[in-house]
């Protein structure tokens, strides 16, 4: 890291608190008075009528103020929950009803059937145990392309065929006629498997309802506040205003936290009904079985190459996984998201993409860090390494040959896609020099030569990646001068522990030059916050970090105002430096801003026609994507004759614009290399074919890296290429690490095992499926 990184790399303001254990989460908060404690009953089976629930005894169990089922629920006329992404589809989308308990039939393991309320978390428990279900056990099918295959078991009776939707972009007959053309055409099957986020803390919920007025409060650990307000005024049939929704500190989320879900309809339900607050606070199993999954997205890949090796054409086929019900944000990941980054960083002329979206006896899946973009990245990367193989050419010449904006490529930036992105720049070239160099990739045979002499098998791997980031568009932000000398920061982005406190301070305190230290972030809370798109699509300095610039330029309009009639000069004399206002030309003449803002917070000493107070608002209208981008490499050893594979080297050459706080971008790529890793090497949420019972319900099964298994994550990071897509010149870093890590893992083994005629190998590689395709190449 350079001196100029150095200086901007402030450690997190809000580490003194997390290290010190004053972090505040749903579980620390205090419980309220006549607090109940809720237990969710859950599905054992993945498919089943419901012949009856008896909950007579547990409802006559000492401290149960009640049992409530789909049956009190359908009585009071609560909607299901609502899929809120929005996907131009051939044909509708199909959106089941998925009511926050199973009314007459369960599709996944750990479907909500029933909701105990007690006085204790442990009564409720055991009241949940005196509960008696009847199941009418029905086929289950837990693999999308088994789903859409005929006679296979049917989820609802809205979408014959389970199929929920079909996604089409592209131009078809122009992608036909390249392939037509073409004088190579490489084609191959890539999975991209079903992961949990496993986020450290749980989900939870306290919910309260005030009679009086009608309005609830949920205090939840969730990602996006105001959309999950949206979906629970669906819900629930009412205006959004009458949900206050509020999240603490926030243990992670990676996505996981963005859909609204059962349980938190259940609490506040149960809270109205009952006239008692509601506390829930899931266990792990519930997180695996209940929550969430993503990825899982099953891809036939065709590439068309000219007799030079450039790229004609790419057409994909995607068959997605969508679990028994849409989450909120659930097709828009092989979808809108997965379209964004087609082609990665090559200069495609045209494609087609089409998507079909499966219903299967699984938990739903929903946006899970990059949302997409890896699914997309991976299986193009995937596609480049394996047409290097077929044709003999070098894996890194045929990317710069193809690469937008490279010498040996095709066309300059502004780019646009095959699908319709405007890519404005980056350092697509420079970084796979940068990475081939600091990867050492011409002393590589000397280190594949000594590893065989130890009877192991070494690769490396090069790959890119690129990301197209920002999310939901608009956001909002407000500068809050507070009696107590602090500046308020109010963002309708949310952290979920990536550092905004700092960050966001020190964007303000280059602009206010005022210390770090004087600014407080007010997030998260719906009723201190107007509006907000939350955080997802690495989209918080993108768009929060341009409403927040907006807001201190007003608000410095309204001081200049003000400080002008304080030092009785005129507005346009004044210059603004450090903090303090100062009449040009005039030495000793000038104002703090903190003096200001305590001036115009008398309505007396205002000039006229201004309102008292600097606070000051901006609404950031802006759809513009930014575009991170990248070359990472790893270089592994693996043992062939167990199929363990090590993981000896990673770097990551990456290109995210202007940089805030270059260590905290440092260690957001990290976390998301970290995910990346784990989904290529160990992750992977499993299901029995044959009764659809999840068999990676804990960490005893789910199988998350460790540090052991990482090693040095090197991560250079290059401002060459700033973008013009906001005022701060910054692309999202929160996603890469996870879009780039998995094709460069995977990448780096296929070299390592393509000496054993080893051509196919799907994620994770774990040591048996590593050890299977061995055996598989030598015909063992």
């Not at 790399?9 to 749903?26: I, K, P, Q, T």
């Not at 014959?160 to 996604?167: I, Q, R, T």
């Not at 341009?546 to 400080?563: E, N, P, S, T």
Request: hydrophobic share 45%; with cysteine.
């Amino acid at each position: 890291m350079d001196q100029a990184h150095r200086q901007r790399s402030l450690r997190r303001l809000e580490d003194a608190r997390f290290l010190a254990g004053r972090g505040r989460f749903v579980a620390d908060a205090e419980v309220p008075a006549g607090c109940l404690h809720a237990h969710v009953l859950r599905s054992p089976h993945a498919h089943a009528r419901l012949l009856g629930i008896a909950a007579e005894a547990a409802r006559a169990m000492p401290g149960v103020a009640a049992v409530l089922t789909g049956a009190e629920l359908r009585a009071e006329g609560l909607a299901p929950l609502p899929c809120a992404v929005a996907v131009q589809t051939v044909g509708p989308l199909i959106v089941p009803p998925r009511h926050a308990l199973a009314m007459d039939r369960v599709r996944h393991v750990g479907e909500p059937v029933a909701v105990v309320l007690a006085d204790t978390p442990a009564a409720a428990r055991d009241a949940a145990e005196r509960i008696e279900v009847g199941y009418d056990p029905l086929p289950a099918v837990v693999d999308a392309r088994a789903a859409l295959a005929p006679g296979a078991p049917r989820l609802h009776e809205e979408a014959p065929g389970n199929l929920a939707y079909v996604f089409e972009k592209g131009d078809r007959a122009a992608t036909e006629a390249a392939f037509a053309r073409a004088a190579h055409v490489v084609a191959l099957e890539v999975a991209n498997h079903r992961v949990h986020a496993a986020p450290l803390e749980p989900r939870g919920a306290i919910a309260s309802h005030d009679a009086a007025t009608g309005r609830f409060r949920l205090l939840l650990s969730g990602q996006g506040l105001h959309g999950i307000r949206r979906q629970l005024a669906a819900v629930f049939g009412l205006p959004e205003e009458q949900f206050h929704l509020v999240a603490p500190d926030v243990g992670g989320g990676f996505g996981l936290k963005n859909p609204l879900f059962p349980e938190y309809v259940l609490a506040l339900w149960a809270a109205r009904r009952l006239g008692r607050p509601v506390r829930w606070i899931a266990e792990a199993s519930e997180e695996f079985a209940a929550a969430v999954h993503a990825r899982d997205a099953q891809a036939a890949v065709r590439l068309a190459l000219d007799a030079e090796g450039r790229f004609l054409a790419l057409d994909v086929a995607l068959t997605a996984d969508m679990g028994a019900y849409l989450s909120a944000g659930g097709p828009g990941s092989t979808t809108n998201a997965a379209s964004a980054a087609f082609g990665g960083v090559y200069a495609i002329p045209t494609g087609f993409l089409r998507t079909r979206g499966a219903f299967t006896n699984t938990a739903p899946i929903e946006a899970y860090r990059g949302a997409g973009k890896p699914e997309m990245n991976y299986l193009v990367e995937r596609a480049v390494e394996e047409a290097a193989r077929r044709l003999g050419l070098d894996p890194l010449a045929l990317r710069r040959r193809n690469m937008i904006g490279s010498a040996a490529g095709a066309g300059g930036f502004p780019h646009r896609t095959a699908l319709g992105m405007t890519v404005d720049g980056g350092r697509f070239a420079a970084n796979l020099d940068a990475a081939e160099r600091l990867a050492d990739r011409a002393g590589f045979a000397a280190r594949r030569a000594e590893s065989a002499r130890r009877g192991r098998l070494r690769g490396l791997g090069l790959a890119c990646f690129l990301e197209t980031a920002r999310g939901a568009p608009n956001e909002w932000a407000a500068v809050r001068f507070a009696p107590d000398g602090r500046v308020e920061l109010a963002i309708g982005t949310q952290s979920n522990g990536q550092g905004h406190e700092t960050s966001f301070a020190q964007v303000a305190a280059e602009r206010l030059g005022l210390p770090v230290e004087t600014f407080r972030l007010v997030q998260a809370d719906t009723d201190a916050v107007r509006f907000g798109n939350g955080h997802g699509g690495a989209r918080s300095m993108h768009l929060g970090g341009g409403a927040l610039v907006q807001a201190i330029g007003a608000a410095l309009g309204k001081a200049r105002a003000v400080a002008a009639q304080m030092l009785q000069a005129e507005p346009a004399a004044l210059e603004f430096a450090e903090g303090r206002f100062a009449v040009r030309g005039a030495a000793g003449r000038g104002v703090d801003l903190l003096a200001v803002a305590r001036a115009a917070a008398d309505p007396a000493s205002l000039p006229e026609g201004l309102a008292p107070g600097l606070d000051a608002e901006a609404m950031h209208l802006c759809d513009l994507v930014t575009f991170p981008n990248g070359c990472h490499a790893a270089e592994v050893e693996v043992d062939p004759e167990t199929g363990a594979v090590t993981l000896l080297r990673y770097l990551a050459v990456d290109d995210y614009g202007r940089l805030v706080n270059p260590m905290l971008t440092v260690g957001q790529v990290r976390g998301g290399l970290a995910q990346g890793i784990g989904q290529a090497m160990r992750e992977a949420i499993a299901y029995d074919p044959e009764t659809g019972q999840i068999l990676s319900g804990s960490l005893m099964d789910y199988a998350l890296p460790r540090a052991e298994d990482l090693p040095p994550l090197e991560v250079t990071l290059d401002e060459g290429a700033p973008t013009a897509s906001n005022p701060l010149g910054v692309k999202g870093c929160g996603q890469a690490g996870a879009i780039a890590a998995p094709q460069t893992v995977m990448c780096a083994i296929l070299d390592a095992l393509a000496p054993l005629g080893v051509t196919r190998l799907d994620m994770p590689a774990t040591p048996e499926r590593v050890w299977r395709a061995i055996r598989a190449a030598r015909g063992d």
